[in-house]
């Protein structure tokens, strides 16, 4: 990310708020699917693939 990035962002219409709840939502997710894989958590038998429906 630099600068650049985030002006990028802004020109779509993110306030600095908006852009900052998505780092926060996006780093989170990164961290705790990591810490499940490394523990060899299962996905939940209702959870599908994207894509596939039942």
């Known amino acids: 990310m630099s600068p650049a990035d985030l002006d990028k962002l802004r020109d779509h219409g993110y306030d600095d708020r908006a852009i900052h709840d998505a780092i ?14 490394s523990l060899g958590v299962e996905p939940e038998d209702f959870i599908h693939p994207w894509g596939h429906t039942e």
């Open 24 to 37: 926060q939502v996006v780093g989170y997710f990164n961290y705790i699917n990591r810490v499940a894989e």
